[in-house]
């Protein structure tokens, strides 16, 4: 072994260390270090325009406590972090950026910058987090980036003027571990070289324009946990290593052009996925049921063949399932009676534009914590259980076009956190329930096309929440319409046409202040149109016609 002793005075050490102790301002000028602040004016003569944060920088103070400025502790001259992120900045990044050769971490993200990244990026030798995120950047990835062999964050995503494809030559920073690229207009395919990314955990490369194939060797970083390729053109199969990832949590390819089978153990290969996104593909065979630690599962236009339900059963041993979203896909068959026993922590369930035929199972009401629940354009039949009443953190209930029946339960009154609720297009019957006047949230309100009778209860004309929609017509309503439509002081659109509404349009109708679109045609109305509608001044479209009683006066 070779041992190399340094010999040198005590009384040496000490004046070195003094002597680096008492740099000032002055000596590191004079040593060449000064060059920072040059840089920094530089970077700040091609900002063209902020949000004044820049307006401390100029020559009055050390440019190390200007904005967004921090200079090092050991090297007190050197700038080491820039952070400008949503300064409002407009303008360019200077190339003498890449003079500030100490700097560990660079963002600024949330500006408007355009142009191009400067290539002169890649001096940055010491670089450790770099974030241009959300601007307006036009230019390619320089390859000169992989210079930055320090760099562990890279995030240049939602810059939709950057474009060209991944530099292959990212591999050779060693330490990068999160690299976010999505969002932008990148093109070409996944280099193969991101395999030799040992640290990397995170990979975010969706909404870009990439093609061909997923290299294998990206499922040789072993920390990997966050991939997400969703929205590219990617082709070909999911590699196997991919499904080898212990670490991985969230894993979306969905939106491309892949194919092949899911393997059925996916859930035992990767024990620590959560959210998975595989919809918009070309894949076949059986979804994976051996997935217990899900929290979303997401698929959507993914399967053509008739799919059998018996997934949504293994499902209900993942006790963290928060989403399910199945929409637009072909799936047929009756809604099996254990999607009542899925996760009590299922916040959103969604199947939408099906063939799935049955009825909403009666223990719907023990799924406690749903928020969202869309059954949209399916071929359901029979009632809206009672027990839907105990869903009371629903926010959007859509059940519209399937073929419902029976009466709304008066237990909807219950849902108080409800926003949207959509039922037209179904064969419901019997009375509005009154109760729905207790949906204070309530903004939308469609009950069209269905066969409801009786009167329009007032409590529903009540609701000042109701701003989007109130629509009702088109069924066999009758009676008057209640004086109480004064108080749907921000409605906009009030649609109450086909029905066997009676008596006079009340005048208080003048209150809807916000009303554009006000139906009411093809119903038994009578007398004159209130002069109180001239005081909705924003009224497009007004429809009184066809009034079976003024048709055939005589
Ligand atoms: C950046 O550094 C180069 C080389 O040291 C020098 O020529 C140039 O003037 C510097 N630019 C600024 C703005 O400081
Ligand atoms: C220079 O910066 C200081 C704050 O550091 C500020 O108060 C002053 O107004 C600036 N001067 C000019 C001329 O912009
Ligand atoms: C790439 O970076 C090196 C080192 O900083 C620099 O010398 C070179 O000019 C850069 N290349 C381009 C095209 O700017
Ligand atoms: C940059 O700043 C934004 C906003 O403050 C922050 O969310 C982001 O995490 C920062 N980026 C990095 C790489 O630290
Ligand atoms: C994608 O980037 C564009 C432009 O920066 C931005 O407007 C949009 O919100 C981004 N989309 C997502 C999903 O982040
Ligand atoms: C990086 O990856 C490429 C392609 O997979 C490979 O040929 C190369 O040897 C790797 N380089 C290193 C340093 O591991
Ligand atoms: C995918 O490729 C097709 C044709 O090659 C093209 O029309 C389409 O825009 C591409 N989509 C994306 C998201 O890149
Ligand atoms: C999965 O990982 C195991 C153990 O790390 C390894 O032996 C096997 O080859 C891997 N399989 C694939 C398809 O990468
Ligand atoms: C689910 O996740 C927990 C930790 O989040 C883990 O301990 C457990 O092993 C996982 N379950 C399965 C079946 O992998
Ligand atoms: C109404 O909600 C309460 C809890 O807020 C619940 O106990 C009750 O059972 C619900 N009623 C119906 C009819 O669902
Ligand atoms: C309403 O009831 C009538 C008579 O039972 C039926 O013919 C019609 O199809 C029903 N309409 C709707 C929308 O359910
Ligand atoms: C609205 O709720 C209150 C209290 O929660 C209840 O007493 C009342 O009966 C409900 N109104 C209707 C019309 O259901």
Not at 57 to 72: A, D, E, F, L
Not at 244 to 273: E, M, Q, T
């Amino acid at each position: 072994m070779l041992l190399i002793r340094i010999r040198c005075p005590l009384q040496k050490l000490l004046l070195l260390f003094l002597s680096i102790m008492a740099t000032n301002p002055a000596t590191a000028e004079s040593m060449g270090h000064g060059g920072d602040e040059a840089a920094l004016l530089a970077f700040k003569a091609k900002i063209s325009r902020h949000s004044g944060v820049l307006g401390s920088w100029n020559q009055s103070t050390s440019y190390c406590s200007w904005g967004g400025v921090t200079c090092g502790r050991r090297h007190r001259w050197r700038v080491v972090a820039l952070d400008l992120s949503s300064q409002g900045l407009d303008g360019t990044i200077s190339p003498a950026i890449g003079n500030l050769t100490f700097l560990r971490s660079l963002n600024l993200s949330f500006n408007g910058l355009q142009g191009e990244i400067p290539p002169s990026i890649g001096s940055l030798r010491r670089l450790r987090r770099l974030d241009l995120g959300v601007n307006i950047l036009t230019s390619v990835i320089p390859s000169n980036i992989s210079r930055c062999i320090s760099l562990r964050v890279m995030r240049i995503y939602s810059n939709k003027g950057v474009q060209g494809s991944i530099p292959a030559e990212i591999s050779n920073m060693p330490s990068l571990s999160y690299l976010a690229l999505a969002n932008n207009s990148m093109t070409g395919t996944t280099p193969s070289s991101l395999g030799n990314l040992s640290r990397l955990t995170v990979l975010s490369l969706a909404v870009n324009y990439l093609e061909g194939s997923i290299p294998a060797g990206i499922g040789n970083n072993p920390h990997l946990s966050f991939i997400q390729l969703s929205i590219n053109n990617l082709s070909g199969l999911v590699p196997p290593s991919l499904y080898n990832l212990s670490s991985l949590y969230l894993l979306s390819v969905a939106y491309n052009k892949l194919h092949g089978r899911l393997p059925s153990d996916l859930g035992k290969s990767l024990p620590s996925i959560q959210d998975i996104g595989i919809g918009n593909n070309r894949f076949t065979g059986a979804l994976p049921l051996s997935l217990t630690n899900l929290s979303t599962l997401q698929i959507a236009k993914s399967y053509n063949n008739e799919e059998e339900w018996k997934f949504v059963d293994s499902l209900t041993n993942c006790s963290s399932l928060q989403m399910l979203k199945l929409g637009w896909n072909r799936f047929a068959g009756k809604l099996p009676s254990s999607l009542a026993n899925l996760s009590t922590n299922l916040l959103w369930l969604r199947l939408p534009s099906n063939h799935i035929s049955g009825v909403i199972p009666s223990e719907i009401g023990n799924l406690a914590s749903l928020q969202r629940l869309d059954l949209t354009d399916n071929l359901l039949s029979g009632v809206i259980p009672e027990s839907i009443g105990k869903l009371t953190r629903l926010d959007e209930l859509l059940l519209y076009m399937n073929s419902f029946s029976g009466v709304i339960p008066s237990s909807i009154g219950n849902l108080t956190d409800l926003t949207i609720l959509n039922a037209y297009g179904n064969r419901l019957e019997g009375k509005i329930p009154p109760s729905i006047g207790n949906l204070t949230k309530l903004s939308a309100l469609h009950l069209s096309i269905n066969n409801l009778t009786g009167f329009i209860p007032n409590e529903i004309m009540e609701l000042s929440s109701v701003s989007m929609i109130l629509d009702l017509s088109h069924n066999l309503l009758e009676g008057p319409v209640p004086l109480g439509v004064g108080n749907l002081v921000n409605l906009e659109l009030l649609m109450l046409s086909g029905n066997k509404l009676s008596g006079k349009i009340p005048d208080t109708i003048g209150s809807c202040r916000v009303m554009e679109i006000l139906l009411m045609d093809d119903n038994s109305l009578q007398g004159s149109i209130p002069a109180t509608l001239k005081d909705i001044k924003g009224l497009i479209q007004l429809n009184v016609s066809q009034q079976t009683e003024w048709k055939h006066p005589w």
